[in-house]
């Protein structure tokens, strides 16, 4: 039971990246790593603040009742350690360098809001935001980008009555573009949730629950990786759901 309640967590925190596209999601494939001709650029997007999710059937009042009794756990959030994932660029490059392929390493996480949408198509396979101008400025023939879509923790509620205790959520996008045409080539989004084990409501570090954050960040990023190299991860302790958010 606790699985299909997690699942339906997933989804709901799915839907709101709210999109008019819902893209697929596009399997890293050998033909990837077959062109050592191209440079490709490897980024982190700018990281969210870390954050807690409230799921579910809430009214206004109900909202600010639990944004309220959460504002710990925010506060909390905000020294949470997400180096890992601002790090990741640095581990793609290292793989991708091993196969002899050309990278360049953008030094600073990319600001989406510099970015125009493509307006050119839209559809499955197609970025929405315009990555094109990226090529020149650095010298690159793709992009492979990461995207932290949620950091922090997560719980389903029913009014202003919470349905079970908050957990580790993390979302990121892994995400492949040419940069001359500005199709994706890989589209990986993976999310992980992590129960937490012992008792949560140990304020003010609540040490059971940032050890379910970080168990969720690890997962999250070990997944991720092993997707585009096509490795095999080790089966974590975690319950996880792939969805489909829109490329950004």
């Known amino acids: 039971m606790g699985r299909i309640r997690l ?29 050592r001709t191209s440079t490709v650029a490897v980024a982190v997007q700018k990281l969210p603040e870390p954050n807690h999710s409230m799921v579910g059937a809430q009214g206004i009042l109900d909202y600010a009742i639990n944004k309220a009794n959460a504002q710990a756990i925010v506060e909390r959030l905000q020294r949470q350690d997400f180096s890992m994932v601002k790090a990741l660029p640095q581990e793609f490059a290292k793989g991708l360098e091993s196969r002899q392929i050309k990278v360049v390493l953008v030094p600073e996480p990319l600001d989406l809001e510099q970015l125009k949408k493509f307006t050119e198509g839209s559809g499955d ?44 959520y993390v979302s990121l996008v892994g995400q492949l573009i040419d940069l001359h045409t500005n199709r994706l080539q890989w589209y990986e989004p993976v999310q992980v949730g992590t129960p937490v084990t012992g008792a949560w409501d140990e304020a003010p570090e609540y040490g059971n629950l940032m050890k379910s954050v970080d168990q969720s960040t690890q997962a999250a990023v070990s997944r991720l990786r092993a997707a585009f190299f096509m490795e095999q991860v080790t089966k974590a302790t975690t319950a996880e759901v792939s969805a489909g958010p829109v490329a950004q």
């Open 7 to 35: 699942a339906g967590l997933f989804l709901a925190l799915s839907l709101l990246a709210g999109c008019a596209v819902v893209q697929k999601p596009i399997p890293a494939s050998t033909k990837l790593f077959d062109d």
């Open 125 to 168: 396979g197609i970025a929405e935001m315009d990555y094109r101008p990226l090529a020149k400025q650095y010298g690159a023939d793709r992009l492979l980008l990461v995207v932290p879509r949620w950091l922090g923790t997560a719980r389903q509620y029913y009014g202003f009555m919470p349905l079970g205790a908050p957990e580790g």
